[in-house]
């Protein structure tokens, strides 16, 4: 019974959160900001399907959102590709340098694992710093959006919304298929108890590689689909204060969970838009506090939290 | 005279600058060493605490005009103290559980420092003179040493190995290694197994804040001195192996060296020469060059 009504509730919650997305160009959510958020929160599920659901703390993943979003806007106004084909090769670059730095990472396990990542994102950090096509400390600025299957002109905020909500849902749907399907199964295995999958026949590195090869391909995704909305990539794209900020955007909205890590990724992207202006240096400050009491006193996020006062009911009741 | 097309008095300058560079290298990976040894913490706040040393330098002189040999002193302990607090208010809720949470938790606390610092001095550098007693240079016949970089590297050194010599050669030091081993144990043999886990996290600041004063001079002091080097100190971490001591201070200083090296016969490549390392040594030899687990 209990269970029932709680599967129906989360289908409720599920619609209801579609349905404000769908109708949020029409009830004055400004949709720059929604479009950036929504790209923020791909890339906050591409790596909590690293974090959350395989144990693996990358502390890179700026990196490869980064690549993706050098490679798609040089694509696109330099090389007069179309919007489509720049964001695959963005997002199949991102996840080529993913293939090449993971197979280096999983040879460590653990918080090795979070060092190794973060070292090799600064060093491709480093390779932008000073790659010629990348313009060095101004970026690549104006990418124009192009025409989608040259059809379909993205000029429009309104059409360009609609598009990267497509791409969110699609990728969100990837992840919770791909979570719930038997590779995913072992994946969680892993996260609980390595030793036990290996002991169980896993070839448990192949799995981690390529959970990690996904991941860091839809980061990339996210990368890409941002230099689109924005028209711009420039070094802060790529810099490693983007990856501890995604780590956060996951643990506050809940490490594990499906939903957490996009309202995650909307929290941190909306009081940002909204501190800019106001306080300076101090966003850093805040940003900072935030993960101490994250870790210190809030680390099931918003949506963990939500299922555990749900469970605790549900005994209580019982 | 010249090596390899280059001036020989560049090729001893650039020499000398990355044995400096590794000095510190030296200094830090050692701190976070032995905490991550006894605490199960990586630090990411190491870097911002050897920024905040630096920054108790500048400032101890800028605003009370105490000079360099006192800030060399005042630093450490201005900073140990801080370590203090961290350990006793945020650090000790973490032992219990994965240590993910202790890395998250300190890059938390180094954008704060860094926010903060940023607010009150900008990001551009301050500059910090070299104290009186160190200023000009000695010229050994071969090359023109500037005094206050050999002091530098001979100041870091003498640390690097008093601490090696505490840890391996002393009651304490025992009891320290005991600790990282079963601290369930030594507990319950009668040693204040939570004071020493605080002094050690205090000990492994003021070291960072000794190397933020020893720096002061030779670099720009700006908030962000300290999370740029953290990530190279990582991965000078995952090249050396955490398990030993003198094995982290000689991976330290040798890749300083090779930094060094690299800006002579190929700048670009000097900001990445170490992460390349890195990568090298984790495909042939996974557990880092002194690492004991396989």
Not at chain 1, 61 to 67: E, K, L, P
Not at chain 2, 5 to 21: D, E, H, R, T
Not at chain 2, 58 to 76: D, K, T
């Amino acid at each position: 019974m209990q269970s029932a009504a709680l599967a129906r509730s989360a289908r409720l919650a599920w619609w209801a959160g579609l349905a404000v997305l769908a109708a949020a160009p029409f009830i004055g959510l400004y949709p720059i900001f929604m479009m950036n958020a929504l790209c923020f929160a791909i890339f906050a599920c591409a790596f909590n399907l690293l974090l959350g659901f395989t144990g693996l703390l990358s502390f890179g993943h700026a990196a490869y959102f980064g690549a993706a979003a050098y490679v798609t806007g040089w694509l696109v106004r330099t090389a007069g590709w179309s919007p489509e084909l720049g964001v695959i090769a963005g997002t199949v670059l991102a996840g080529l340098i993913g293939l090449a730095v993971g197979l280096i990472a999983i040879r460590r396990q653990g918080i090795y694992f979070a060092m190794i990542t973060l070292a090799m994102a600064q060093m491709v950090y480093f390779v932008w710093l000073q790659a010629p096509f990348t313009g060095g400390e101004d970026g690549l600025q104006g990418v124009p959006r192009g025409t989608l299957f040259g059809f379909i002109p993205l000029a429009s905020d309104v059409t360009l919304y609609y598009v990267v909500l497509a791409v969110f849902v699609a990728v969100f749907l990837f992840i919770v298929r791909v979570v719930h399907s038997p590779y995913g199964q072992v994946l969680k295995a892993i996260r609980e108890n390595e030793p036990r999958a290996v002991s169980l026949g896993y070839d448990v590195d192949r799995y981690k590689l390529l959970a990690f090869v996904l991941s860091t391909a839809l980061a990339g995704l996210a990368g890409s689909m941002k230099t689109l909305v924005l028209g711009f990539a420039t070094l802060s794209d790529a810099h490693w204060s983007l990856s501890g900020e995604v780590v956060l955007m996951a643990l506050l909205g809940g490490l594990g969970t499906f939903a957490g890590p996009v309202l995650g990724a909307f929290t941190i992207i909306g009081l940002q838009n909204f501190l800019a202006d106001r306080v300076g240096a101090w966003v850093t400050v805040i940003i900072g506090a935030i993960f101490v009491v994250c870790v210190v006193a809030f680390r099931r996020g918003f949506v963990g939290e939500l299922l555990a006062w749900q469970q605790r009911r549900g005994k209580q009741a019982d | 005279m010249e090596i390899l097309g280059i001036p020989l008095q560049a090729f001893l300058g650039q020499l000398m600058l990355g044995l400096v560079n590794g000095s510190f290298y030296a200094m830090l990976s050692l701190g976070l060493a032995v905490i991550f040894g006894l605490l199960g913490i990586v630090n990411f706040a190491h870097g911002a605490l050897y920024m905040i040393g630096a920054y108790v330098a500048w400032m101890s002189l800028e605003y009370f005009g105490l000079n360099y040999w006192f800030a060399l002193v005042l630093a450490p302990l201005v900073v140990g103290a801080l370590g203090v607090v961290i350990e006793r208010t945020l650090l000790k809720r973490l032992y219990k559980i994965d240590p993910i949470y202790g890395l998250l938790l300190t890059f938390g606390l180094a954008l704060i420092a860094e926010g903060v610092f940023r607010d009150q001095f900008g990001v551009s550098g301050q500059q910090y003179p070299v104290p009186e007693l160190l200023q000009g240079a000695t010229n050994l016949g071969f090359m023109v040493l500037p005094n206050y970089r050999a002091f530098v590297v001979f100041a870091s050194l003498l640390v690097c190995l008093a601490t090696w010599w505490v840890i391996e050669r002393t009651r304490l030091g025992s009891y320290l290694r005991a600790g990282t081993e079963n601290p369930a144990l030594v507990q319950a043999f009668g040693v204040n197994v939570p004071m020493m886990v605080m002094l050690t996290y205090a000990a492994g600041a003021g070291l960072a804040a000794l190397a933020g004063v020893l720096a002061a001079p030779v670099i720009q002091v700006t908030p962000l001195m300290g999370s740029n080097l953290i990530i190279v100190v990582f991965a000078v971490v995952v090249i050396g192996g955490m398990g030993s001591i003198l094995g982290s201070i000689l991976t330290g200083l040798v890749l300083g060296i090779v930094e060094g090296l690299t800006k002579v016969f190929y700048p670009e490549a000097s900001s990445v020469v170490v992460f390349v390392i890195m990568a090298i040594v984790l495909m042939i030899r996974p557990a880092g060059l002194f690492g004991k687990e396989a």
